[in-house]
């Protein structure tokens, strides 16, 4: 059975700082490529970081410079050094694991989180 677990959300002041973490199990953690996305209320799902499969890190627009990806395979962990936290960086933090990655569109993610809420206060 899959499961990946989110932790680490919380509640910060603008400036502040979060590590989320991501523990995956059920399946071959290695070789997926591993993302993190968040979901603000009314809002669309975007993708916020992604270590693929063969290395390479990506990272939005909006965090990038600000966040940090990365992941232990040893422990099938993932996790999201989130620093200089906005407001608008608040929304539910989802991770996502895609055996197959074709950029940020959710159907390519085989396996979903049940998230951790990030709120940053102004």
């Known amino acids: 059975q899959v499961q990946l677990v989110e932790s680490g959300g919380g509640s910060v002041q603008a400036g502040g700082s979060l590590r989320l973490s991501c523990i995956a199990s059920g399946y071959t953690y290695s070789t997926y490529s591993m993302a993190w996305f968040r979901q603000a209320p009314g809002k669309e799902r975007e993708g916020v970081a992604v270590?693929?499969?063969?290395?390479?890190?990506i990272y939005a627009d909006s965090v990038e410079g600000r966040f940090t990806i990365s992941q232990d395979n040893a422990k099938n962990t993932l996790y999201l050094e989130m620093n200089s936290l906005k407001p608008e960086d608040t929304a539910m933090y989802y991770c996502?694991?895609?055996?197959?990655?074709?950029?940020?569109?959710?159907?390519?993610?085989?396996?979903w989180g049940q998230g951790t809420q990030v709120t940053v206060s102004s």
């Open positions: 270590i693929r499969s063969d290395g390479m890190l």
């Open positions: 996502a694991a895609a055996e197959r990655w074709m950029g940020w569109v959710l159907f390519g993610y085989n396996y």
